[in-house]
């Protein structure tokens, strides 16, 4: 009987049987790997299609961010008063804005956390004439530059070095300078390999590819951990401003202090700008670097500038409003043409640097953008980037 029952169970019709139900098996098995590969591929490419909708949007709502800071700074010169001069005080600049109009045109503005679609954008606005143009201090005053780079921490040979590293940089030619000036040739030597600019520099992260231009030259004592980009300052503007995009402390914590070794090359030059240095916005180090390291006449700028309560961006700031006043803020009776910063100085800034954040949801992006102000209408984008 039991032989009768195994060759029941493995007759040649029975394992036919068994070998269909196993195919079945199989097809069902292999479909539903299919259709949950095919389910998946559909999630991740509605995913990505949701992603890049979202950072469509969110780069128009930079865009946005950008159309309004123009608006601002637009707007700001415009107001009676404010003509003649940029300054912390004012609104773009996260200042107190108009206090002495009837008709406040930022009355109810803001900068932070505009509701724009489904989501918010906020603004920041930092003019480029605070800080130095490493351009046109490099081909008009190599002799200021060198002082610079001395106070920044370069030896007094290393500075001469230096600056004609930077002039080689910068020139149109390939003649190397005096002394520890660099050209491609020098450059070619190195791994990896790469030539002189010959040419403005326009990111200031070109410096560190210079010969002689170190991180700790560079960034000042936060190369090495000691200060933090993040730190800054505490300045007037409630320390809204406390560094840029950069790292550079926008407001000075120098004050009544010596600078020397404090400092780094990314503190006190910007590569864009008009060349003038916008004594109403520069922080203390600039000051004291555009004042050929005199101290006391810096301090003296920034107390003045400052008013009363000794801080910028606030109700009782006095900056000077026109060239007339620069010999004010300075507290001695200067003149051009006695070799003294004086020429170095304006009141007003055309460049300035704006940071978007853009929010939509849980997803955040910066856009930074560096506008030129030529008119009131005319504030063409020199660059746009997501940072």
């Known amino acids: 009987m039991i032989n009768n029952f195994v060759q029941t169970q493995t007759s040649p019709k029975n394992r036919q049987r068994g070998v269909a139900l196993l195919m079945v098996m199989l097809l069902i098995f292999a479909m539903a790997v299919i259709v949950t590969a095919f389910a998946y591929t559909m999630k991740v490419e509605g995913r990505l299609a949701t992603r890049t909708q979202s950072e469509s949007e969110m780069e128009w709502m930079g865009r946005s961010g950008i159309e309004m800071a123009k608006w601002v700074l637009s707007l700001s010169r415009q107001i009676p008063g404010e003509q003649t001069y940029d300054g912390l005080n004012q609104f773009w600049a996260g200042g107190v804005g108009p206090t002495n109009i009837a008709d406040n ?9 505009v509701a724009l679609g489904d989501g918010t954008i906020s603004i920041e606005i930092v003019d480029a004439e605070r800080y130095i143009n490493i351009n ?6 190599p ?37 520890g000036g660099a050209e491609s040739d020098f450059y070619r030597t190195l791994n990896p390999p790469y030539v002189a600019k010959n040419g ?36 007037g503007n ?20 010596s600078i020397a070794g404090s400092v780094g090359l990314a503190d006190v ?30 301090r003296n700028i920034q107390e003045q500038r ?10 009782d700031d006095t900056p000077a409003r026109g060239p007339q ?21 304006s009141t007003v800034s055309s460049t300035f640097e704006v940071r978007v954040t853009a929010r939509l949801g849980a997803l955040s992006r910066r856009y930074i953008a560096v506008l030129r102000r030529t008119s009131l209408r005319d504030m063409p984008v020199l660059t746009f980037r997501r940072e």
């Open 105 to 113: 045109p930022f009355e109810g503005v803001s900068l932070t956390d």
């Open 136 to 141: 046109s201090i490099a081909t008009r005053n």
């Open 143 to 179: 002799q200021l530059l060198e002082l610079i780079l001395q106070l920044c921490g370069a030896g007094g040979s290393d500075s001469a070095d230096v600056s004609s590293a930077i002039r080689d940089w910068i020139d149109p030619n390939d003649d190397s300078a005096m002394g």
């Open 200 to 235: 403005p520099i326009d990111d200031m992260s070109e410096l560190l590819k210079i010969r002689g231009i170190t991180p700790q030259l560079y960034w000042g004592p936060r190369s090495g951990g000691g200060d933090s980009a993040g730190s800054g300052g505490n300045g």
């Open 238 to 257: 409630g320390g809204r401003h406390s560094v840029d995009s950069m790292g550079r402390r926008i407001q000075s914590t120098f004050l009544g202090q």
């Open 269 to 298: 030059f910007s590569a864009v700008s008009s060349g003038q240095v916008n004594i109403n916005t520069a922080p203390y180090p600039v000051l004291v670097m555009a004042c050929g390291g005199d101290e006391n006449i810096a």
């Open 306 to 315: 400052a008013g009363m309560d000794g801080v910028d961006g606030t109700y």
């Open 325 to 345: 006043d620069i010999a004010r803020l300075q507290g001695v009776p200067v003149m051009p043409n006695q070799g003294t910063p004086l020429a170095v100085f």
